[in-house]
């Protein structure tokens, strides 16, 4: 079994910072890559931010300069340190992780989500 949470939403005025953070616990024999994704309301979930265990990155264009993603391969952690929030950054961001796990000598890759937390912008 697999999980994968995030925390570190909150309410935040414009302007202001937040950080989010995302572990993946269980049966894991390594992350591929790991990225942030957003969903506003009436909007499709978008990639916001993503970064390969290499440390690779690469970012919306919206958030490009005000967010900065991160990652600790021991902890199986992926951070979104977010400046300069607009109202417009207001979602629920999900965690997404490339997991490798193994069943009966074999590995499989698999796609894991965490279930989201609220950022929410008051301007």
């Known amino acids: 079994q697999v999980q994968v949470e995030e925390s570190g939403g909150d309410l935040v005025q414009a302007g202001g910072s937040l950080r989010l953070s995302c572990a993946a616990s269980?049966?894991?024999?390594?992350?591929?890559?790991m990225g942030w994704y957003r969903q506003a309301p009436g909007k499709q979930r978008a990639l916001v931010a993503a970064?390969?265990?290499?440390?690779?990155?690469n970012y919306a264009d919206s958030v490009k300069g005000r967010f900065t993603i991160s990652r600790d391969n021991a902890k199986n952690t992926v951070y979104l340190q977010m400046n300069s929030l607009k109202s417009e950054d207001t979602a629920v961001y999900y965690c997404?992780?490339?997991?490798?796990?193994?069943?009966?000598?074999?590995?499989?890759?698999?796609?894991?989500w965490g279930q989201g937390t609220q950022v929410t912008v008051s301007s």
């Open positions: 269980g049966s894991i024999v390594s992350i591929d890559a």
């Open positions: 997404n992780a490339e997991i490798v796990t193994m069943f009966n000598l074999f590995k499989y890759t698999g796609q894991y």
């Open positions: 970064i390969t265990s290499g440390g690779t990155t």
